[in-house]
């Protein structure tokens, strides 16, 4: 006969057992087998919560799965929930004694309100995990101060109580241009604040800047024109050079619009020879433009090649060279 002898443990450790026979002829039978601990499922913490979260923001945050008993623990961490993410840490796991999973959970609301999720470990004697958060609309930024400072061709430009939009985007704008992009600020780790530098400023030109919510643009605030003081005198290269039949000449004055300076603007051919003058006078401190056709002072069209022109102001004198192209 053949007998069949089941060990099932209630305990752990060693454990024995002597299956007697009955016959003083046939040997007892011992058994010997070990009782594995069950697996015991750690999950800490069983509960999420995000507080508020502005919309377009996200919050990260965790949990861990342990295997305080032996074995083998098996789950499989997931979710199927608006506003929520498993960033890392998802999916199937088999933790022997002792091994755990740290699971990593975004939340990144898309609407206003309380929103819900639980988590599923996949593992009957796995605690799910619920979580719980706020998401809040951006609703303004009629809080946002800005505050600059100018200081030798530097402008300095600080907002404060910017709200915590995940994205920033700073645009800047010279005299009636249009605005060109500047920089990002990324705001997850928000402080309120956002300060920049500009140093790709030139004097005499009036800016403009912009700060505007990534993906809101009707969220956004801009800055008063400022003013780049001029200090000295400059002449710019004409534009555009060569150049046929017009071209543009700028030049700077020093002092603002309080200020007046004498100013001479002349025209030389390669011998010296005064062609024409195009600005004479007194103007107002700042950037000022004039054009020359090339034509001299009678109005007469002069001859293709290389001609000068020359800026006065007060003391200072500078002088660009020009190719006329009939």
């Known amino acids: 006969m053949t007998v ?28 010997t087998g070990y009782g594995e601990p069950a697996p015991v499922c750690s999950v800490a913490p069983d509960t999420l919560d995000f507080g508020t979260v502005l919309i377009g923001n996200y919050v990260d945050t965790t949990f861990t799965i342990t295997n305080t008993g032996g074995d083998t623990l098996s789950g499989d961490v997931s979710e199927s929930c608006p506003h929520y993410d498993i960033i890392s840490g998802g999916g199937p796991f088999n933790l022997t004694a002792g091994q755990s999973v740290t699971v990593t959970v975004r939340f ?30 951006v609703t303004g930024i009629e809080g946002v ?3 600059y400072n100018l200081n030798e061709g530097i ?20 005299g009636d241009g249009l605005y060109e992009f500047l920089k990002a600020y990324s705001m997850t780790d928000h402080t309120g604040t956002i300060q920049f530098i500009d140093r790709n400023v ?33 002449l710019y290269q004409n534009f555009p050079n060569p150049f046929n039949p017009v071209t543009t000449i700028t030049f700077t004055v020093p002092g603002g619009d309080g200020d007046r300076s004498g100013v001479l603007v002349m025209v030389y051919d390669v011998r010296g020879n005064h062609v024409c003058t195009l600005v ?27 001609y000068f022109v020359r800026l006065n102001v007060g ?12």
């Open 202 to 234: 030139e004097e005499g030109i009036t800016y403009r800047y912009r700060l505007e919510a990534d993906g809101r643009p009707e969220l956004f605030i801009e800055t008063d024109e400022i003013d780049i003081p001029v200090t000295q005198a400059h």
């Open 4 to 31: 069949t002898v089941r060990f099932e443990p209630t305990a752990s450790g060693t454990q024995t057992c002597t299956i007697e026979t009955g016959q003083a002829i046939c040997a007892d039978v011992a058994c």
């Open 145 to 147: 101060t800005c505050t």
């Open 315 to 326: 003391e200072f004198k500078a002088t660009r060279k020009m190719v006329f192209l009939r």
């Open 280 to 306: 004479r006078g007194t103007l107002p401190g700042g950037r000022h433009t004039t054009q020359w056709d090339g034509r001299n002072d009678h109005g007469d069209p002069v001859a293709s090649g290389v």
């Open 155 to 174: 402008v300095e430009l600080i907002w404060t109580e910017v709200p915590a939009y995940v994205t920033w985007r700073l645009f800047r704008r010279e």
């Open 108 to 137: 990144e609301p898309t609407a206003a309100g309380t929103q819900t999720c639980t988590i599923e470990t996949g593992q009957a004697v796995c605690t799910d995990v619920g979580c719980t958060g706020v998401g809040e609309e």
